[in-house]
């Protein structure tokens, strides 16, 4: 596709039940990356694709947060036992890695995940 | 320890006037410098960058200068326009990775 695709656009889950958030990035992007904004607050890193290579998962905030990559495609983050501090709008941006390009990051428009 | 700040939450400019949105890094290894837009229900979108071997960076009305001694960089809007209105978020990366860290973002509204 022309950008980078989040789906859905918004979810509302109740305390305990687990998520899946998915991304589309560009075609052709090596890296994707995701990141989550709560209300007010500035992009918290998550976790970082790049290729074959291990993840940086460093900035997964618990055990409960896990996110898969294939290959260079579609990426889920999933959420297990859900609590209200998981609210917050879920960001995924890809990246050509490898050229001057490469340290532009191209964002979807978010998933807003609502914990009741 | 946030390693990218961006000390001022809202910034209010008359339309036609300058913009100075500041952002402050405490990371010396940081070698590269992105400026994003984000409006409301919407991804950021790149704005601007800057390695850390300039000074100073510039694309139409939008300049960024950085200071490394003063681990300080800056985004210049000039002029003004209402439709600038967004939040603006620096991000900073070191060298050898593509991992960005991300300030909190200051709101800009310009006024007509």
């Known amino acids: 596709g022309a950008g980078v695709s989040q789906s859905p656009s918004n979810k509302v889950t109740e305390k305990g039940k687990d998520v899946e958030l998915r991304c589309d990035p560009i075609?052709?992007?090596?890296?994707l990356y995701w990141y989550r904004q709560r209300l007010g607050q500035g992009l918290e890193f998550l976790i970082y694709?790049?290729?074959?290579?291990?993840?940086?998962k460093s900035g997964l905030p618990s055990d409960r947060f896990s996110a898969e990559r294939t290959g260079e495609s579609v990426s889920t983050l999933t959420i297990q036992r859900t609590q209200q501090e998981d609210s917050a709008v879920y960001l995924c941006?890809?990246?050509?890695?490898?050229?001057?390009?490469?340290?532009?990051?191209?964002f979807g428009a978010g998933t807003r995940l609502s914990v009741l | 320890d946030q390693q990218v700040k961006q000390n001022s939450p809202s910034l209010s400019v008359q339309e036609g006037r300058i913009s100075i949105l500041n952002c402050d890094y405490t990371n010396s290894m940081f070698d590269y410098f992105l400026w994003y837009k984000k409006y409301p229900a919407e991804g950021p979108t790149f704005l601007i960058s800057i390695s850390s071997i300039k000074d100073k960076n510039e694309d139409g009305r939008f300049t960024v200068f950085l200071n490394k001694s003063a681990k300080h960089l800056s985004l210049h809007i000039v002029p003004s326009q209402p439709g600038d209105s967004a939040v603006y978020f620096c991000a900073a990366r070191s060298s050898g990775t593509y991992k960005y860290i991300f300030g909190t973002g200051t709101r800009l509204k310009v006024l007509a």
């Open positions: 941006a890809s990246s050509l890695v490898g050229t001057e390009e490469g340290n532009i990051q191209y």
């Open positions: 075609s052709g992007h090596t890296a």
């Open positions: 694709f790049q290729g074959n290579s291990a993840p940086d």
